[in-house]
């Protein structure tokens, strides 16, 4: 099974590289607010970023202002921005690099995250297209995994299904790490060059077991030896990795510690939890 960037990928010295120079124009650069994404349920806009003289450089980010943030039941008031970019640096310690390069930083709207735009236009398929789908009829295509099954408006059957490639997997792996309460289709984003990406990590690594999400098609089944590996390598990095430690809640670190080693002694994609429900509202 491959990983998660696929045979066209740069080398891990080549993307480490990259991050870097996009981590310093998501730092430095002056930003400059394009819109704002309507549907979001926080404050979310797409902003430029631009050179000295204020000319956009063609690059594109999404902002989500502290300000912004809608209280929840939940999940802390004012965490959300400093859990995307955790979700960040846990992805990138432990070489997923699933999550598009994030960074905390002062904005026109004041601080909050700022994380690379993957351009799904230029693309031609919105976000979850040919990741997750409706199938009519009690069978999936091969090639694809069922989540829940269910019925139409007519009371016809119908199956929520998603993909089953190495990629996706792997997502699913870090999503277990994360705690990631808010796993939609419409957070799943190929870009252009065919690589997989997954966006919106605000409701992650809350202390409690949280996991709400559409890719429960491998429950029961053994992870990946590619991923297993990095949950290692990730284990490895964790203690030094001081910036995820001052994102989040100290009880936070340690559930996800906890989870981290639980994966490890038990490496196996979880069942549905029966306690609670486990899905994403909505699907997409």
Do not use: C
């Amino acid at each position: 099974m491959t990983g998660p960037t696929g045979s066209g990928a740069r080398s891990h010295d080549g993307r480490t590289q990259d991050r870097a120079a996009v981590g310093e124009r998501l730092s430095t650069a002056a930003i400059e607010v394009e819109g704002v994404l309507p549907d979001a349920s926080n404050l979310t806009a797409r902003v430029l970023l631009t050179d000295e003289a204020g000319v956009p450089t063609g690059e594109r980010a999404i902002y989500k202002p502290l300000r912004g943030e809608a209280p929840l039941r939940d999940f802390p008031t004012g965490t959300l921005g400093h859990r995307e970019v955790a979700a960040y640096e846990i992805s990138a310690a432990g070489g997923w690099d699933l999550i598009p390069r994030t960074v905390w930083r002062d904005g026109p709207l004041g601080p909050g995250s700022v994380q690379h735009w993957v351009d799904w236009e230029a693309a031609g398929r919105a976000p979850g297209d040919g990741l997750l789908d409706v199938f009519g009829g009690g069978e999936v295509p091969e090639g694809w995994l069922a989540v829940v099954r269910g019925e139409d408006g007519d009371g016809a059957p119908v199956t929520v299904a998603h993909r089953d490639t190495p990629d996706l997997a792997s997502l699913a792996v870090l999503d277990l790490v994360l705690n990631n309460a808010d796993r939609k289709g419409g957070h799943l984003i190929r870009d252009g060059a065919g690589r997989l990406w997954g966006v919106d990590h605000g409701l992650t690594l809350h202390a409690e077991a949280k996991l709400r999400t559409v890719l429960w098609g491998w429950a029961g089944q053994p992870i990946p030896d590619d991923d297993i590996q990095r949950l290692e390598r990730l284990r490895g990095r964790l203690e030094s990795r001081h910036t995820i430690a001052q994102l989040i809640a100290p009880e936070e670190h340690a559930a996800l510690l906890r989870r981290l080693n639980g994966v490890l002694a038990h490496p196996v994609f979880p069942e549905l939890p029966p306690g609670r429900y486990p899905l994403p509202w909505p699907l997409w």
